[in-house]
């Protein structure tokens, strides 16, 4: 089918004006786009891929589309955006059932206003959806408290690729009933399925929140820092040690803490922290959050132009990986743009534009080694395909990828969801 | 003896794991034919025992080539049929499997051999002021591998959740005994989750040998509170408003009056006052002014929901003792009726009253004694019913009574089970759950981790007619 008759078969099902264009990357080339309005509409559109053997890209809002590699094929693209309203919300149970398309920024507020939080706090909220946050297992900036995305899906309704309308899991806290498959969904890239709703746990709403900042004397004196608030008796939402660049040149590192909860226990929380870390400026509340997303923004280096590296490890080999990583920083003689949360032991790493894709490549197989040889990993994101040549943004090697190809083809045997784009070219 | 496993495969399985890793005599056999759901009973051909991946790899890849089913086994204190054998088929147990291999204490994890006894990694943990958080009832016999198969839970994975939150790596034993090494620690999976979605797999994608867990720091402060209940009524809707107001303790656990009783009459005697309707059994944790302004807040509303005492542990002694209690809880049903049907059903934590009064009401329509000893923080209910296996009516009122139980539950948005798995026992009610091309969707997943489908055969998806599967709940004649 060439793109006119696609473009047509896609209008028939979501309406025409439904119908438009949106390239698969960055820097890639355009692609029919289809945007249904409801999951039988999804699954019109895939039964249609599955009978004309076309290659769909599923998306959401396309922020995290430069996480992936190339695809072999795409003819369009199927945006769960419209796909928009919770299915059921429960606050008195601390419950959030949600179509797939809505996004961070309007979930956010949805929930606030049943008095809880949602985890993941992730960058520009309203660039992204839910369905996109969880089909890239993207956590937040507060995983150090809440841990990785993957904890609170509670349950999915997807979309196979024959069109079939499944679930998983449920909408309840804690069930063990049948298989966990929106964990093995979790974290596809749009590689088994198309979510279209999720059910989510929802925390708390903090009573009072502290945003704690500190100028350590250098790096060592950071981690060191950082250390000891792992030893106090506080559970901080992220601690976070960054390092980013200005036009005049490498900036000094600066310790962040953020804190939140019941009332009593910040005020504890924050006093034991401030006596640990002496000098450090707190803000509160408003302020202290608008600091706490400005970080959070600023270190994710997610903008489309810029290409980054996410590194993690195990904590007691943060030290050593994050030395090395610098040094190939200082090597290439590259701008320092570095995030780390040192207790969750990650590392993100902006990496300058317009830089040739060969040496882009270079740095980012020199670094992956490093990780790999301190027991870590490293995934290149919003590299340009030109420096991904034969470079696999998420790993050189996967334990199970052969199980992971069986697990593909009996989910999709007719290989609707375009392939290539995954780790190990799932 | 089946025609899989003959005396040829019986020798050969010798030679791998030693004369004291293979059992084949009948009289020793008997030991393995059922698990905690003593209801179903089965002998299995023969019994295999590997002390490590390697023996338990060569094992496997035996049965397979000899097409023999094979049910994975812990201490077997599953409560859904999960480890009942199939007939003709192999267990392969993990008992011999127990060391601690690996502690660290710096980056907080242990590698441990899946036959590990549960508590034993908190007892080795506690020395370096870490524990493992996952805590089932029967945390004294249950294995670490045990609970990957089930996605196992316990009173305190209401704040820390259950097992799949906790492990960190796994070397799996595939079907045909070739071994899967997920034992690198990542902090997220590399490709797709198979971490994530083996456990809770109860057996079917194949047998965790090696297992890397996270440990948790133990707390400077932790408060243990009972607060002492006139109804049953009031504890429920303490719990619920506990919750709608966003308090995050660490346990919130339910017992009922039925079940003080035979508690306070037996070793697990725990100092429940027997006159009570209902004991609520609240801990929280954490820094001491967290610890102090969280109880404050959740004993007002205890209080304003009718809780006539509150006790507050003074010591460690005094913790261990109301725990104690609460652990040995279905032990002590012994002193009820010989035999104990514990359901595991989850309900939505605001209609944690209407189903607690709607479970017991089923059973006393059957003339059945109901016990009430829960989750309630997580909203994961275990109506028990005492009754006596060798009476055939008793056994058919209590079948019928967990199935209302499941129907009703799953109408009001609740789930089949919250920590004990599907495996025999609910396997019919599946489809109360989810629907047919859901439950293919799970076949299809299963076929790329088994195609042979002979890992733990027969269980927690109605593949056959729902008919024939209720068949497998009915006790031998």
């Known amino acids: ?426 | 003896m089946t025609p899989g496993v003959d005396a040829a495969l019986l020798a050969q399985l010798r030679a791998v794991t030693g004369e004291a890793g293979l059992i084949s005599d009948p009289t020793r056999l008997l030991s393995y034919e059922c698990d905690g759901l003593a209801l179903l009973q089965q002998r299995p051909a023969c019994v295999v025992l590997p002390r490590t991946t390697d023996e338990c790899a060569r094992a496997v890849a035996l049965l397979h080539r000899a097409g023999v089913p094979i049910v994975g086994r812990g201490a077997g204190t599953g409560l859904s049929g999960g480890a009942t054998p199939v007939e003709g088929g192999a267990i392969v147990g993990l008992a011999r499997m127990r060391e601690i291999l690996a502690l660290d204490v710096e980056n907080r994890t242990a590698r441990v051999q899946a036959g590990l006894v549960n508590v034993d990694l908190s007892f080795a943990a506690e020395q370096h002021g870490l524990f493992y958080a996952p805590d089932p009832s029967s945390q004294h016999a249950c294995t670490i591998g045990g609970n990957i198969g089930e996605n196992s839970g316990g009173p305190h994975c209401f704040k820390y959740g259950s097992t799949n939150r906790h492990v960190l790596g796994l070397t799996i034993v595939r079907h045909d005994g070739s071994v899967l090494d997920l034992s690198r620690v990542q902090l997220d999976p590399l490709g797709y989750d198979l971490l994530g979605l083996f456990v809770g797999s109860e057996g079917m994608f194949g047998i965790a040998t090696e297992i890397v867990v996270q440990l948790m720091p133990i707390q400077p402060v932790v408060e243990t509170v009972l607060a002492i209940f006139k109804d049953l009524d009031g504890a429920c809707d303490s719990v619920s408003d506990v919750i709608a107001a966003g308090h995050e303790p660490v346990a919130l656990e339910i017992l009922d009056r039925l079940t003080i009783e035979a508690v306070e009459a037996s070793i697990f005697a725990a100092g429940y006052p027997k006159d009570a309707e209902a004991v609520l059994l609240i801990e929280c944790e954490g820094s001491e002014a967290e610890v102090a302004s969280s109880l404050d807040e959740i004993l007002a509303v205890v209080r304003r929901r009718g809780a006539i005492d509150v006790r507050r542990a003074r010591n460690a002694h005094e913790r261990k003792k109301l725990w104690a209690g609460r652990k040995g809880a279905f032990g002590a049903m012994g002193r009820i009726a010989p035999d104990l049907y514990v359901a595991d059903v989850v309900v939505p934590r605001t209609k944690l009253r209407e189903l607690v009064l709607g479970t017991t009401r089923i059973a006393h329509e059957r003339g059945l004694k109901l016990s009430n000893v829960f989750h309630a923080g997580d909203g994961n209910l275990h109506p028990n019913i005492s009754y006596d296996r060798r009476n055939p009516d008793e056994v058919r009122r209590v079948l019928e009574a967990g199935d209302e139980i499941m129907e009703l539950v799953v109408k009001a948005g609740g789930s089949l089970t919250g920590e004990h798995g599907v495996g025999l026992e609910k396997q019919a009610a599946m489809t109360q759950v989810f629907d047919e091309p859901s439950l293919r969707t799970m076949c299809a997943v299963r076929d790329a981790w088994d195609p042979q489908r002979r890992m733990n055969p027969g269980k927690l998806i109605p593949v056959h007619a729902c008919r024939e599967m209720r068949g497998a709940l009915r006790p031998k004649a």
């Open chain 1, 1 to 426: 089918m060439n793109t006119t008759s696609v473009n047509a078969a896609l209008a028939q099902i979501v309406g025409a004006a439904h119908v438009s264009a949106q390239r698969a990357r960055f820097d890639a080339p355009e692609a029919p786009l289809a945007c249904p309005a409801s999951v039988g509409e999804v699954s019109e559109l895939l039964k249609l891929a599955a009978r004309d053997s076309l290659r769909v890209v599923p998306i959401g809002l396309g922020s995290k589309l430069g996480w992936c590699g190339a695809a072999e094929r795409v003819d369009f693209l199927l945006s769960t955006r419209r796909l928009v309203g919770a299915v059921s919300h429960e606050p008195a149970d601390g419950t959030l059932a949600v179509r797939a398309g809505e996004s961070m920024a309007e979930l956010n507020e949805r929930v606030s206003r049943g008095g809880h939080r949602l985890t993941p706090d992730v960058a520009r909220p309203a660039s992204c959806t839910i369905g996109g946050v969880v089909a890239a297992g993207q956590s937040g900036i507060d995983r150090l408290r809440f841990g990785p995305v993957r904890h609170h899906v509670l349950g999915v309704e997807a979309v196979l690729g024959d069109g079939t309308i499944t679930r998983s899991g449920g909408r309840l806290v804690k069930n063990v009933t049948g298989f966990d498959l929106h964990r093995l969904y979790t974290g596809s890239h749009g590689t088994l399925c198309v979510l279209t709703e999720i059910a989510l746990r929802l925390f708390p709403a903090p009573e009072r929140e502290a945003w704690i900042t500190l100028s350590p004397r250098d790096l060592a004196h950071g981690l060191e820092l950082a250390r000891a608030a792992r030893a106090l008796p506080l559970r901080a939402v992220s601690i976070t040690l960054a390092s980013l660049a200005t036009p005049a040149g490498d900036a000094p590192w600066s310790l962040h803490a953020r804190l939140f909860g019941k009332r009593a226990a910040v005020e504890a929380e924050l006093a034991a922290l401030c006596a640990s870390w002496r000098g450090a400026q707190v803000q509160e509340d408003v302020a202290a959050r608008a600091s706490a997303d400005a970080l959070r923004d600023a270190t994710s280096f997610s903008e489309s132009s810029q290409a980054s590296l996410a590194l993690a490890c195990e904590p007691a080999q943060l030290s050593k990986l994050l030395s090395d990583v610098l040094a190939l920083l200082g090597e290439a003689t590259w701008p320092r743009h570095v995030a780390v949360q040192p207790l969750e032991a990650r590392i993100d790493l902006g990496l300058p534009p317009h830089v040739a894709p060969a040496l882009l490549r270079d740095f980012a197989r020199r670094a992956r080694a490093v990780a790999t040889r301190h027991g870590g990993s490293a995934h290149v994101r919003n590299a340009p395909l030109e420096a991904l040549n034969g470079l696999d943004p998420f790993a050189d090697e996967l334990p199970g990828l052969e199980l992971m190809r069986e697990l593909r083809s009996q989910l999709d045997p007719r290989g609707v969801f375009a392939r290539g784009r995954f780790a190990g070219g799932l």
